[in-house]
């Protein structure tokens, strides 16, 4: 029979927003996550409220025995621990019983990035496609995700208005509301001219036939008014495939693991790396120490005196 009880989870996720700027995609995931926990829960006739730490547990080994990986079962555990605090804090329960718990450990894994002739490949063809608007738009696209390392949502909700006048700096505005600045090569710079130029003569049109203008770089007739994330993903996977790049290790993030791993293969620091990227913690951005570490081994091996012996 399934318990009830009082629903914690829509003031632990305002908080979460109002206190910690989370972004609305970590909002998202952690209802997700906290839905299917309190399921599980109401199985057992319990509810957030009354569950204990032999409940937790056997939701993790539920979750092990299902087959998920150590990450994703990581990231459940930290959404109910957050819960759990939160309803600790508010006094809401008297215990915390997830206080103890420690989570499944995390192999370090290495981002999926791309080679730069796969780049290469991929903005080729973008060269190549076919009509004159969709090619503007899908160079301006791919060339801005790998020119500055932007993520698929800062991208899409990207104002055109940060973008007018040539600029060498575009504001981007990052999760939970975090402003950086990112710098525009010259072909990028070049993309979004030829792209803004067709996008308002499109626009012009459409005010004159009564419709309004969209204050986006991609706009789109949908419901947010801007290119959503689900398409742009797809954009990029079919022009891997025209490029003869796996679509399966392409997408909108995969050009951002690009951008950092290529920079510092070619002598970027890492500080200069995490605030390009936007990244809050300078731990975030060591994963990309795998790429200073062969790019080390390889001086080594071929400039050391003995290596040549």
């Known amino acids: 029979m399934a318990a009830s009880g009082p629903n914690w989870v829509p003031p632990y996720l305002d908080a979460l927003a109002a ?66 605090r939160f309803a600790f804090e508010e006094g809401w329960r008297g215990d915390d019983p997830v206080a103890l718990i420690s989570g499944p450990s995390k192999p ?38 790998y020119a500055t390392g932007l993520r698929a949502t800062e991208l899409v909700s990207l104002p055109v208005s940060a973008v007018r006048g040539d600029p060498r700096m575009i504001l981007v505005t990052g999760k939970g509301g975090k402003e950086r600045m990112a710098p525009l090569s010259a072909p990028a710079r070049d993309a979004l001219a030829d792209w803004l130029s067709i996008r308002d003569a499109e626009e012009d049109r459409q005010v004159k036939n009564g419709g309004r203008r969209s204050r986006f770089l991609f706009p789109s007739p949908g419901k947010k008014g801007h290119l959503t994330r689900e398409r742009l993903f797809q954009i990029i996977k079919d022009l891997a495939a025209r490029a003869g790049v796996s679509p399966s290790k392409v997408s909108p993030h995969t050009l951002r693991h690009a951008f950092a791993t290529h920079l510092l293969a070619n002598g970027a620091d890492l500080r200069s790396i995490q605030q390009l990227l936007g990244h809050a913690d300078i731990a975030t951005t060591e994963i990309y120490t795998h790429v200073l570490e062969e ?10 005196p003995l290596a040549k012996k």
Do not use: W
């Not at 996550?33 to 569950?51: C, G, I, M, N």
């Not at 998920?68 to 957050?82: D, F, H, W, Y």
């Not at 290495?110 to 969709?134: C, F, I, N, Q, Y």
């Open 295 to 304: 790019r080390l081994a390889e001086l080594v091996l071929t400039k050391h």
């Open 19 to 84: 206190e910690r700027d989370a972004s609305v995609n970590t909002l998202k995931s952690y209802a997700r996550d906290l839905e299917q926990y309190a399921e599980f829960l109401a199985d057992r006739s319990k509810t957030p409220a009354s569950a204990d730490r032999a409940d937790v547990e056997a939701y993790l080994a539920d979750l092990e025995a299902r087959g998920l990986a150590p990450a994703t079962r990581a990231r459940r555990l930290s959404a109910i621990k957050g819960l759990h």
């Open 108 to 145: 370090r894994r290495l981002p999926k990035t791309l080679s730069v002739a796969e780049v290469d490949r991929m903005l080729t063809a973008a060269r190549e496609a076919p009509g004159s608007a969709g090619k503007a738009r899908l160079i301006c696209i791919i060339e801005l995700l």
